[in-house]
Structure formats: C-alpha cells, structure tokens
C-alpha cells in the first residue's frame, strides 16, 4: 500500500465528496477535498507530487477546464476524472489528451483506489526522474565520475590529494567501470593538463606493433617503417600515458617499459639514441595484478614498479545507489546527442535500474539509456517463468540467467568477442559453445554493418 500521497479531490457534491475522501483516507491516502475547481487552482503547482482527482460536471470550471489548466501547469501531472454515463464519450476524449483515467459512476470503491495507486506510482517516478535530473545538470562536464555513495566521494577525494603530484598510479577495476575516467581526471586535475594524454590499450594491439606504438621507431627499423615515428611515450612527455589492460602487455614490451620506468628515457626502434621523457604513466588492469595467479606471465618487478599508488574502483554493484543518478545523466547525455526527448520513466526501466547486476557496470549503463531514449527497450520487463506460474526447474533457471547476463555482456561491448570473453572470465571456446546452446547470434549485438 502506498501511503501519505497527497491527493487532490474536488467534487460539488458535498457528500459524496466526502465519501470518497474516507475511501481514499482508509487506503491510505492523504486526502484534500475540495468543492470548486478554483480553489484546486489555488493551491497546485509543478511541485506537487500526488493525485488529482475531479468530477467533470462542476458549476463554474468543469472538470475538463480543470484538467486543461492542469496541464498548463505540468503536463505531466496525473488526473482522474469520475464522470456520469453520459460523459463517457467526452472522457475517452480527455484520455486521448491525456488524462491518466477515468471513472463512470457509480463505481466500486477498490476500482477508484487502484487507479489512484497506479496514478501515485506514475507521479512517484515523474518526479524522482526530476529530481535526478536536476541533480545531474549540475554535475559538471569535468567531473564524470558520478556518485553520492561514500566510495565514490573517497574516490574523488584520493584522486584529487594524488593528481598534482608525478607519481605513476595502478588503477584497477572491472570491465566498464570507469578506469580511463579516473586517468583522464587524474590529467585533467594536475600540473601536466597542458600536456597530451595519450592513451593506449595494450590488449587491442598485437605483439608485432606494440613495441613500435610505445617507443616509435625510425625509418628502416623493420619491413613496413618507411617514416619516422614518434611512440606514445614520447609523445605523452610533459603530459600523461594511460596504459589500459597492461596485463595484456607482451613479456618482451615489460622488460623495456621496466626501463622506461626507472630511466625515464625511451630508445626507438632502429637507433641508439636515448631521449628523455617527462612521464608519469596511469595504468589500469581489470585483473588483481597483486595475486599471482591472477597476474600470470605479467612481470612482477613491472607490478610492483608501476603500484607506486593503487586506486580501485567499486562495480557498480557494490554502489547501487548511485544507479538512478547515473542513469539519468547518461539519458540527458544520449537526450542531446540525438535530438530526442528524455522519456518519461517506466515501473519497467526502474525495476531494470533496481534489480539488474550491471556485469559491464558502468558502460553497459550507459547504452541501457541510450536504449531507453531511442525507444529500444520494451515497456514492460521479459518474462519470467515464475511469476507467469509456469514453475521452472532450477536448472532451466540458471540457464535463463546464463543466457541473460551473456547477452547483456555483448550488449555492452557491442558483440566485441575479445572483451566480452575477457568480462565473462571464460574461455573463447566456452563461449562460443554457451552462445550455440543459447541460441544468441554475436552479429546481432554488434553496431558494426
């Protein structure tokens, strides 16, 4: 039961005014019965967070005046309009202008409390949408690392104490989670912001060319170096290099990134010349690099040099609080870059916002209300075989949710094989034997043609 949402009731009829108000105050509404659309004029505004609910025949403004009002004021505010038999045409048309409901009399009493329920969840949405949106048009733009949970204010607060100061920092978390966020900040937040930040994903790169993007090479260094080329690490000096999955870095590119560490000096391929470099290196693993087993064949010398500072940051699971807040923000975000209008929100996209896990944290959030803005994601939640009666066996349960969370990890990564494999922590060939069970076509997931 809902209780305490204010409802606004007006009626001519004295007593059956004050009969419905008594139904609705037993269902545990707070009720303001009112005998004049004008004085229901009087006391609304935007910020009204419950019900109106009004008689259509009135002396003075009917109840269709009233809702037209109404709407000058917030179009989004829920109406109810109990109306007599003859009125149902004229109220079918209210509907289709936007009154949320309507109600022939004589009507049950749970008849008029359901509809009202629903009209006070629908509010209760409309106006945390607000709310959550106000809050994130005045998150600024160099500030996107959104979240009011207290991990997140620690996060903010131990990059600021470290950004002024050259020390490389180990970043760690999952897939999605924001670690090329927290180098950029850690940029844009010190001395070096005049500088470039470059960023390189050591696990996107093959063996054959990394060593080549990182230290440069001059003409003729090897088959195909027909020009000059300035590395990455030189060309961050007086800046900032962002080096993601550093655990997918090749041994043999460690062991001269060792050097780069402790000289603070590159060498490119096919010369002996030494050129020093103003550096300080962000590097970010989605594995444990402390835990041997996690860090494999990735050097622990190199681990230990790069962890002069280690941040992590929390899976959006762990923070769930800051879901609708970030939500709302990313739907501002996509609102603007295609031209559409944030949607009203849905019982189904803040079920979804509450209970999904968020495996591909916060990038799969974000296409999630890309989606939502498009009009991509259905009104109302799949199915489920228990709440539909059809009792599933645990088995066949478990394999929904295999096949659930292995969609939303390829949504994430838009079917990308490589990083969806790398998130689920499965081999390819498992993989690609869950997708066959499943049914799930990778193409499907993928925005490339």
Known sequence: MISAVPVLLIDDDHALLRATAQTLELAGFEVSPLQSAAGALAVLDAGFEGVVISDIRMPGIDGLQLFGRIREI???????????????PMAVKAIQDGVYDFIAKPFPAETLVQAVRRAAEMRRLVIE??????????????????GQTPAMERLRQTLRQIAETDVDVLVTGETGSG???????????????????????????????????????E???????????IGRIEHS????????????????????????LEMREVTPLGTNEVRPVDLRIVAAA??????PVQRKSFREDLYYRLNVVAVSIPPLRERREDVPLLFSYFAERAARRFGREVPSPTPAVARHLKEHAWPGNVRELSHF???????????????DPIADGALASLPERLEQQEAAIIRATLTSFDGDVQRTVAALGIPRKTFYDKLQRHGIVRSDFSKKP
């Open 369 to 383: 209300a890309e989606r939502v803005v498009l009009g991509l994601e259905p009104a109302e939640p799949r199915s």
């Open 129 to 146: 949408n607000r709310r959550l949106r106000e809050a994130a048009t005045k998150i600024e733009d160099d500030l996107p690392l959104i």
């Open 74 to 88: 917030d179009d989004e505010m829920p109406v109810i309009l109990i109306t007599g038999h003859g009125d149902i």
């Open 179 to 217: 670690k090329e966020v927290v180098a950029r900040l850690l940029h844009d937040w010190s001395r070096r912001a005049r500088g470039n930040f470059v960023a390189l994903n050591c696990g996107a790169l093959p063996e054959q060319i990394i060593e080549s993007e990182l230290f440069g090479h």
């Open 237 to 260: 000096s007086g800046g900032t290099l962002f080096l993601d999955e550093i655990e997918s870095m090749p041994l043999s590119a460690q062991v001269q990134m060792l050097r780069v």
């Open 286 to 291: 989605k594995v444990d690099l402390g835990d």
């Open 219 to 229: 003409p003729g260094a090897f088959t195909g170096a027909q020009k000059k080329r």
